[in-house]
T-cell receptor, first 118, second 114 residues
Framework: AQTVTQSQPEMSVQEAETVTLSCTYD???????LFWYKQPPSRQMILVIRQEAYKQQNATENRFSVNFQKAAKSFSLKISDSQLGDAAMYFCAYRSARTTSGTYKYIFGTGTRLKVLA | DGGITQSPKYLFRKEGQNVTLSCEQNLNHDAMYWYRQDPGQGLRLIYY???????QKGDIAEGYSVSREKKESFPLTVTSAQKNPTAFYLCASSTPRASGNTIYFGEGSWLTVV
């Protein structure tokens, strides 16, 4: 079974600085997707960035970028120029290949709480 | 606007009672999911469904039941057999045909057993 591990329960970053959140996963599949979601205090899950496993190029969305190391099964999130609004829980997620029932499973890590210091 | 609607947002239940959490989506997504969120444990999958009248157990299905009578609806019943039901519940949906296989979430429902 696939697993997703976020080893940093909490991280802090100074406003305007850069921070990297770690995520590793375990799978024997070759076709999958990876995601980072942000969960602010409102608890709404917001997509930050996604990466297709077949793409070698790292995904980028404005101040957010990933370092995808497929062989190492690592998928870290870098936040540049951190802002107070970036403070939230961040979840790494893995989408499996199609299951026998014809659907896809999305598996989440335990999350990293990011604090942004003014 | 398209989205996923969960209701109620807050629910209090007495021990021994069954409660049902509603989830409706108008995104025309095929797959729907229920997750439970507890502090320090991330999101854990309860049930998921790809098509009407078919659903599969996730990692923590014991004490829960679901139905999928319509594509748009995927209600979750928390039964009295669930030993520790107090948690935050998230409904989600996705489709592989569009949106980069992204899973989208409702705003969640808080369930408290009193």
């Amino acid at each position: 079974a696939q697993t997703v591990t976020q080893s940093q329960p909490e991280m802090s970053v100074q406003e305007a600085e850069t921070v990297t959140l770690s995520c590793t996963y375990d799978t024997s599949e070759s076709d999958y997707y990876l995601f980072w979601y942000k969960q602010p205090p409102s608890r709404q899950m917001i997509l930050v960035i996604r990466q297709e496993a077949y793409k070698q190029q790292n995904a980028t969305e404005n101040r957010f970028s990933v370092n995808f190391q497929k062989a190492a099964k690592s998928f870290s999130l870098k936040i540049s120029d951190s802002q107070l609004g970036d403070a939230a829980m961040y979840f790494c997620a893995y989408r499996s290949a199609r299951t026998t029932s014809g659907t896809y499973k999305y598996i989440f890590g335990t999350g990293t709480r990011l604090k942004v210091l003014a | 606007d398209g989205g996923i609607t969960q209701s109620p947002k807050y629910l209090f239940r007495k021990e021994g009672q069954n409660v049902t959490l509603s989830c409706e989506q108008n995104l025309n997504h095929d797959a729907m999911y229920w997750y439970r969120q507890d502090p320090g444990q991330g999101l854990r999958l309860i049930y998921y469904s790809q098509i009407v009248n078919d659903f599969q157990k996730g990692d923590i299905a014991e004490g829960y039941s679901v139905s999928r009578e319509k594509k748009e609806s995927f209600p979750l019943t928390v039964t009295s057999a669930q030993k520790n039901p107090t948690a935050f519940y998230l409904c989600a949906s996705s489709t592989p045909r569009a949106s980069g296989n992204t899973i989208y979430f409702g705003e969640g429902s808080w369930l408290t057993v009193v």
